[in-house]
């Protein structure tokens, strides 16, 4: 890999300015997202979330949304994996999406809640049941001696929840992003690419751009 300082890309698939981007960036983001349904079949609701330790130390990783609103975005998880403990130490978080075919990227920052008990129990009770069987088999982000041990789990709750309805397990459930800015980047040629930001004041959005 001696040649990657080589590789090089233009981006010339769309252009993002101050009036086709609207005063709405949850409209926007919408109107992204389903382009990228249609360009980008596998995961288009992929995100990288980046939260951080009690040292101040910062851990990424990709997450799948599940719902946006007016009032955030969610995603779901094991609330004691190594994300929930850092999210229970600092709820501010950002999280970023990409989608390489339309040259786009959204970057999100906000604080970050839990979703209620009921909230937790309707979603996963619309999970399909192999995976409502995973988030009981697994103890995410804990060490364990080898993926044996995981479908030895998995064999033993197939049995014990035969012909029985799977509980939602009280340790997994939603969170919600509540963001203060959003930030939509679309590549241009010469990497001059756009950048427009909306902060949010109060309960309306102030819309900027800002230099690549």
Known sequence: MKHLHKLRYEY???????????????????????????????DPNAMVLSSVD????????????????????????????RKGQELKKNPYVATTFFWPLLERQVRIEGSITKLSSKENQAYFAARPRDAQLSAWASSQSDQVSSRKVLEQNLKTLEQAFQDRKIPCPPYWGGYLIKPRSIEFWQGRENRLHDRIVFSRSGKTWKKSRISP
């Open 12 to 42: 010339r698939v769309g252009s993002l300015d101050e009036n086709s981007s609207g005063d709405d960036p949850l409209k926007l983001f919408e109107k992204w997202l389903r382009a990228a349904c249609k360009t980008h079949p596998k």
């Open 54 to 81: 009690k040292f101040r130390r910062p851990a990424s990783r990709v997450v799948l949304l599940k719902e946006f609103s007016q009032r955030g975005f969610v995603f779901f998880t094991n609330y004691e994996s």
